[in-house]
C-alpha cells in the first residue's frame, strides 16, 4: 500500500519537472505581461487581459486542442520549431510543459499585476528625479517591492501545473515515462482493476506537494515583505 511503484515514481518526477520548466519559462513573460497591465495605457489593453485570462475560462480540453492545432508537427508554429531548430512539442514533456506553462500563466500573471499595482509610484518618482534610468530604478526600486507577488505568481503556477490534465493529455497524450504525470497516472490507475491503492497514493504525494508548495510561497512571501520593510 505504502510502496510506491517504478511508473508511480516516474510520474511524480515527470510532474515536478514540468511544473518546474512550466513555471520558469513563463515567468519572463509574466513579469513582462503584468507590468503591461497594470502600467500601460493603449488600446486593446482589454482584450489583452482577455486573452491573458481565456484559458481559465475555457475548458482545458480546448486549449490543449488549439496547442494541438498551432504547436503540433502540422501545426504552423510546430512546423516551424521543427524545421528551423528541431524542437518538437506534441506527444513530448516538452509540450506537457507548455500545456501547463498556458494554463498557469494567468494566476501568475494576476499576482504579480496586484503586486505592482500596489507600489506607491513616488517611490519610483523620486528615484528618477534623482537621475536613475528607468532599468535603474525598476531593478533597485520597483523590483524588490514586487517580488513577494513574483514568488506568490510563481507558486501558483507551480501548482497549477501539478495539477494540470486536461490540456495536458489532450496535446500529449499519456505515455508511460514521457507525458504520464501525477493527474494522467491517477487517471490512469482509476480506470484498470486493483489500481485504487496506486489512485490514492499518488493523490496523497499530489495533495502534499501542493500544499508543500503553497506554504512555502507564504513563508518566502512574509519574509520578503519583511525585508522590503526593514523589519
Known sequence: MLTLTPEEIDAIRLSLR???WAMLASLPLGVAVAMLLA?????????????????LILPPVVTGYILLLLFGRHG??????????????AFRWTGAALACAVMGFPLM???????????DRRLEQAAGT???????V???VTLPLILPGILTGMILSFAKALGEF????TFVSNIPGETRTLPSAIYTLTQVPGGDAGALRLTVISIAISMVALLASEML???VTRRVQGQ
Open 18 to 20: 514540468v511544473a518546474f
Open 39 to 55: 502600467r500601460g495605457r493603449f488600446w486593446g489593453r482589454s482584450l489583452l487581459n482577455g486573452i491573458v485570462h481565456l484559458p
Open 76 to 89: 504552423p508554429i510546430g512546423t516551424l520549431l521543427d524545421r528551423a531548430f528541431g524542437i518538437v512539442f
Open 109 to 119: 500573471v494576476r499576482a504579480i499585476r496586484l503586486s505592482i499595482e500596489a507600489v
Open 130 to 136: 534623482l537621475g536613475a534610468p528607468p532599468a535603474w
Open 138 to 140: 525598476f531593478a533597485t
Open 166 to 169: 486536461g490540456a495536458t493529455i
Open 221 to 223: 512571501a512574509r519574509k
